[in-house]
């Protein structure tokens, strides 16, 4: 599966870059917390980008679509039922099985905002991803890695287009429960204000650099007036070869 989506990746984008700190471990319990504008393209951009193959959290809706549900099948999909699908309450089976696949030592991929965002910024962030980490940690799971992914389209209407995964720095439940005054041995998905801490936590933006970027721009812009050049001549794609057209169909 991660092959396929290797193989689609280039045919379906222009570039894929990927910014992976040293701290994200290559093995053990990981839960992927990532950012959804892309709809299916986000998973293709995921299977592509990550060093292990994730099992997914999907709506159950998507399994009774034929082909879908082959697909996620083979890769070990967990069915959710999303609240504004008439389920939520009834997920006690998607909760155990994803406790039981973070103590296998698996890595999980949920989106937590629950739907793909039509927007420019990220939707309001459910509760699932921290119900998940601390229920497993709870369960049994050694100190499972909670990874927040941003996954930025420069077009998400283009066909050729680059895509940009930010893999940010992973939060240690641990240390985020001793800094709540949280025990973290007896800490569990049925305290609800550690859900919400930790949600949070998953939902905060560091305070952008506003001068640094002004300035990058000014920069720019004054090297195209330099050389006589429009930013659309700048990123605009060149000719297409017969095989790059032939990969793009």
Do not use: K
Not at 77 to 94: E, K, L
Not at 122 to 147: C, E, K, N
Request: hydrophobic letters at 50%.
């Amino acid at each position: 599966m991660q092959q396929l989506a290797r193989m689609a990746a280039r045919g379906r984008f222009r570039s894929v870059e990927i910014v992976l700190t040293a701290s994200v471990a290559s093995r053990g319990p990981q839960l992927w917390c990532a950012s959804h504008f892309g709809a299916f393209s986000d998973p293709i951009v995921l299977l592509h980008a990550l060093e292990r193959q994730p099992r997914f959290l999907a709506a159950d809706g998507l399994f009774r679509v034929p082909v879908l549900r082959s697909l996620l099948r083979l890769v070990a999909a967990i069915p959710v039922r999303r609240t504004q699908d008439g389920g939520g309450a009834a997920n006690t089976a998607m909760f155990a099985a994803s406790h039981d696949a973070l103590v296998a030592g698996d890595a999980l991929v949920i989106f937590p905002e629950g739907v793909a965002t039509e927007g420019a910024a990220v939707s309001p962030l459910r509760t699932g991803a921290a119900r998940i980490a601390l229920g497993a940690r709870a369960a049994g799971a050694a100190g499972p890695q909670l990874v927040a992914v941003g996954i930025h389209y420069q077009n998400r209407a283009a066909l050729r287009q680059r895509v940009f995964v930010d893999v940010g720095e992973p939060l240690d439940l641990g240390t985020r429960l001793e800094a709540s005054g949280r025990d973290p041995a007896t800490a569990s998905d049925a305290d609800h204000a550690a859900v919400r801490a930790l949600t949070a936590e998953l939902g905060r933006r560091p305070a952008p650099d506003r001068a640094a970027l002004v300035a990058a721009v000014e920069a720019y812009r004054a090297a195209l007036d330099a050389v006589g050049l429009s930013d659309a001549e700048v990123y605009r794609p060149g000719s297409r070869s017969r095989r790059r057209l032939l990969a793009t169909g």
